[in-house]
């Protein structure tokens, strides 16, 4: 079988994630359940992600797409791929899906004002040009992400039977 442009994004997708799931195993390190550690456990995560949804584009368009936006990039997916069947469990919420609770409307304004950095951007610095700190602990769970794994290696074999973009 001969490599392709999508085959390099999708092997590189899979490289960042089983990254991620070998730093999830690391519990009894000191380290583990610190912003720091899991957030760049997280961005592993979120680094697969963009690199899958690119390789699965590039795969139905034969164009390479830019941005490290991930919820922009499964909006250009699901263009390409509307079968229900090949639906991605993007696991990370929108920003603009995140559930707030009963905080009152100008603490929530408040709080978005604060973090303007992207998720991705977030995930990767510990302080933006503002001195905002971000420090969210994001931890998964080795199981979930060894299903994720599986779910990814399923899809990219359905995806390299499909060809063509909506």
């Given at each position: 079988?001969?490599?392709?442009?999508?085959?390099?994004?999708?092997?590189?997708?899979?490289?960042?994630?089983?990254?991620?799931?070998?730093?999830?195993?690391?519990?009894?390190?000191?380290?583990?359940?610190?912003?720091?550690?899991?957030?760049?456990?997280?961005?592993?995560?979120?680094?697969?992600?963009?690199?899958?949804?690119?390789?699965?584009?590039?795969?139905?368009?034969?164009?390479?797409?830019?941005?490290?936006d991930i919820f922009?990039?499964?909006?250009?997916y699901k263009k390409?791929?509307?079968?229900?069947?090949?639906?991605?469990?993007?696991?990370?919420?929108?920003?603009?899906?995140?559930?707030?609770?009963?905080?009152?409307?100008?603490?929530?304004?408040?709080?978005?004002?604060?973090?303007?950095?992207?998720?991705?951007q977030q995930l990767?610095?510990?302080?933006?040009?503002?001195?905002?700190?971000?420090?969210?602990?994001?931890?998964?769970?080795?199981?979930?992400?060894?299903?994720?794994?599986?779910?990814?290696?399923?899809?990219?074999?359905?995806?390299?039977?499909?060809?063509?973009?909506?």
């Amino acid at each position: 079988m001969i490599k392709t442009i999508s085959d390099d994004f999708f092997n590189k997708a899979m490289a960042f994630l089983e990254v991620a799931i070998i730093s999830s195993k690391e519990k009894e390190n000191i380290y583990f359940h610190t912003a720091e550690y899991s957030n760049v456990t997280a961005y592993l995560v979120y680094h697969a992600t963009e690199l899958f949804l690119k390789f699965a584009i590039f795969q139905a368009s034969k164009k390479l797409v830019e941005g490290h936006d991930i919820f922009k990039l499964y909006e250009k997916y699901k263009k390409c791929y509307s079968d229900e069947k090949l639906k991605i469990n993007i696991p990370f919420t929108k920003p603009e899906d995140v559930c707030y609770g009963d905080l009152p409307e100008e603490q929530i304004q408040k709080f978005k004002a604060k973090y303007k950095m992207s998720f991705e951007q977030q995930l990767k610095y510990p302080i933006d040009k503002e001195n905002n700190i971000y420090n969210l602990i994001t931890i998964f769970d080795t199981e979930w992400l060894e299903s994720y794994k599986d779910e990814l290696f399923k899809l990219y074999f359905e995806l390299k039977k499909v060809n063509s973009c909506i």
